[in-house]
């Protein structure tokens, strides 16, 4: 491990996304403030690349923009204060590039999440992983308030090979740091959903193509 720099302007860095032009260069959110850093990871330098109100927190709710991903030179983003998913162009240097584009603000509380190759987001809030297209349709895709199937749900990444690239990966805290405490507590776990092997129908529920099961304990790993 070594020190790459000290963000002494940085007052909150969550969410991290490297520039897809320019592996050097990556783009850290900073909740706090609300704006958008560019970190240099070879000499230490950085700037203020994004600063919108759209990443801004609230009096309510002290954070901003927390998780950010970059796919196709579009920004990604989610806001804790808002409950606002959105994504706006940029240039390959990180910087606005167009106006921003909210997705959602529909209450998800979304912290955590993950883009496909089609642009849908997969966003971890609380006992729910959300799902969010291209045209705004917010649905729960896995669980719901009261799920203990991805009880306390923290993050999603999607599978980096030929074989899980559609794998959606799902890490929990199972409960632990819900309050008040649940009956049940899983602790943490890491789950598997296959996303191409799951269509979403309401209430909370899922079904799996090909299958008869239709309930939210059905994860298909």
Known sequence: MSLIANLTKVVLPDGVATLPHDPSVVLVADAAQGVIWRVNTDNGRYDMAIDDSSFKPTDIVPLGVNGIHILNNEL???NLATN????MAITSKGAAAGAIQVLTTKAIAADDFAVSDNGIVYAAGANTLWQVTA???TAAFVGGLDSTVVQ???SARFGRTALDRYVLYLSTQGG???DPPRSVIHGGQLLAVNVNA???HG????MVKGCSVCRASAICN
């Open 76 to 78: 990604y983003f989610t």
């Open 84 to 87: 606002s998913v959105g994504k």
């Open 135 to 137: 045209d705004g349709c």
């Open 152 to 154: 306390g749900i923290t």
């Open 176 to 178: 632990l740091l819900e």
């Open 198 to 200: 799951v269509e979403y």
């Open 203 to 206: 209430d909370g529920d899922l």
